[in-house]
């Protein structure tokens, strides 16, 4: 079974632009979550989505959006870039159903904002 | 508000030796707790997990341990090995599928 994809891998903008990040879940997943990772802070919670609806969101400005596709892919969009938007933004995969909720993850998108 | 803490950023052990984790909650109304490995430059991936009704949960070298009333875990790893060196990040969900992780513990095994 092909892992979780993420695109692009690494990602320069400026301050004020717009990124979209993309996410291929494991094949039968229906669950897609977003989070970010930066020095210190761990990994934070951005947002959950399954089946094309978004169920559970994090402590974000409302610069950071979502979206998951019928096939279960899913984007995020970051608006107005900010220098502290610099971070690793990770997506993870999970069958969105059951308890434990085991998450599999994809290799990140490495964001630099100058 | 950091509601899984990893107070400990750094752990360096002696190969052979036995590693010990630990993690602190704030939320009585977690169901799980898990724990993940990360390398560098690859995404973490999932390593053991404990239902908030046990106190403890054992796969091979690794044994989490579970302590309600303290609302603190901890993982053990014995005998620890040089692929073990990661980052350990310890994470608590309530079943609904909203997952809160903590700040990571770097793990260094020494040959």
């Known amino acids: 079974k092909a892992g979780v994809t993420q695109t692009p891998r690494y990602l320069i903008k400026t301050r004020g632009q717009q990124v979209t990040l993309s996410c291929s879940p494991i094949?039968?997943?229906?669950?897609v979550s977003w989070y970010q990772q930066t020095p210190g802070q761990g990994l934070q919670f951005l947002f959950e989505?399954?089946?094309?609806?978004?169920?559970n969101k994090g402590n974000f400005p409302g610069r950071f959006s979502g979206r998951q596709f019928s096939n279960s892919r899913s984007e995020m969009n970051v608006s107005t870039l900010e220098l502290g938007d610099s971070a690793l933004y990770l997506c993870?995969?999970?069958?969105?159903?059951?308890?434990?909720?085991?998450?599999?993850f994809g290799p990140g998108t490495r964001l630099t904002v100058l | 508000d950091q509601q899984v803490k990893q107070n400990s950023p750094s752990l360096s052990v002696q190969e052979g030796r036995i590693s010990i984790l630990n993690c602190d909650y704030t939320?009585?109304?977690?169901?799980?707790f898990l724990w993940y490995k990360k390398y560098p430059a690859e995404g973490p991936t999932f390593l053991i997990s404990?239902?908030?009704?046990?106190d403890k949960n054992e796969d091979g070298r690794f044994t989490v341990f579970l302590n309600k009333s303290a609302k603190h875990l901890s993982l053990h790893i014995v005998p620890s090995q040089p692929g073990d060196s990661a980052v350990y990040f310890c994470?608590?969900?309530?079943?609904?599928?909203?997952?809160?992780f903590g700040a990571g513990t770097r793990l260094f095994v020494k040959a």
């Open positions: 993870a995969s999970s069958s969105g159903q059951g308890a434990i909720n085991e998450q599999f």
């Open positions: 094949s039968g997943h229906r669950s």
């Open positions: 989505y399954f089946s094309e609806t978004q169920r």
């Open positions: 939320n009585s109304m977690f169901d799980y």
């Open positions: 404990i239902s908030s009704i046990k």
């Open positions: 994470a608590a969900n309530t079943g609904g599928f909203k997952t809160i």
